[in-house]
């Protein structure tokens, strides 16, 4: 089930690439994460961009994930985490919202995860959204990417790689990262001390995958992403 909440609301360039001048317009962004740690795993890189950039960034997790944990974890690691992450990141927490769907249960709460979405649309109205993209085969993960794009249809998408999930995955948008935006966000993912043992939390897969985005435009390191839709003007 969703949670009541409340939001006060806040009013290297190559051919590609998300560089400056193109979210020059962009001063809010919407994270949306199925569960605490996806945004990371996804975007971390460009959210360390956009924070340095001066953009707003809001992490918006639909699930902490309880039932996922290892055996023996405190209950409530997950929501530490994330926090710790954010933080990282340079996010404040009061741009964190944390949701309580059980996780590998949202296709049964798809319309209530919908009307928080566009609930969030109205009161914060954002410029960039970053969620899973379209070819995500979990189902938490592609509920979010459908319902996502039914509530902000009106606002430019982008759809973030998370290669252990995705049949197929269109990298056809990139964010060039300097080092210590890829660093940031693997300080960011080592805050996730209960997801350590899952083979996608490996710092060299991580950084391997960043090597290889920057590798198609040009630079040391990348993230790419689905354009799901973008408005120019």
């Known amino acids: 089930m969703g949670v009541k909440w ?5 009013r290297a360039t190559r051919p590609g690439t998300l560089s ?12 949306l994460a199925p569960h605490t740690d996806d945004g990371e795993f996804g975007c ?9 950039l001066g953009k707003e960034v809001y992490y918006v997790a639909f699930s902490s994930a309880e039932k996922s944990l290892p055996e023996g974890a405190d209950a409530g690691a997950l929501k530490k985490e994330v926090r710790q992450a954010l933080l990282v ?22 319309q209530e995860i919908l009307e928080d979405m566009v609930r969030l649309y109205r009161e914060t109205n954002p410029s960039l959204i ?15 990417s459908v319902e996502g794009f039914r509530a902000f249809k ?10 252990w999930n995705n049949l197929t995955f269109e990298t056809n948008a990139f ?5 210590r935006h890829l660093e940031a966000k693997l300080n960011a993912l080592s805050c996730y001390r209960s997801q350590a043992g899952r083979i996608y939390s490996d710092r ?29 003007l």
């Open 130 to 144: 970053l969620l899973p993209s379209t070819t995500d085969t979990h189902q938490d993960h592609q509920t979010v």
């Open 44 to 52: 971390g890189g460009t959210i360390a961009r956009l924070v340095e």
């Open 20 to 31: 400056e001048s193109i979210v020059t317009g962009t001063e809010r962004v919407l994270v």
């Open 6 to 10: 409340t939001l006060t609301m806040i």
């Open 204 to 232: 060299d897969f991580v950084e391997g995958l960043a090597r290889t985005r920057g590798t198609q435009i040009g630079t040391k390191y990348a993230e790419a992403f689905e354009v799901i839709r973008w408005i120019l």
């Open 154 to 163: 009106h606002t430019s998408i982008l759809g973030y790689e998370l290669p």
């Open 175 to 179: 964010a060039a990262l300097d080092p």
């Open 89 to 110: 990141l340079g996010i404040p927490l009061d741009h964190l919202l944390l949701f309580d769907y059980d996780v590998r249960n949202f296709p049964a709460h798809r």
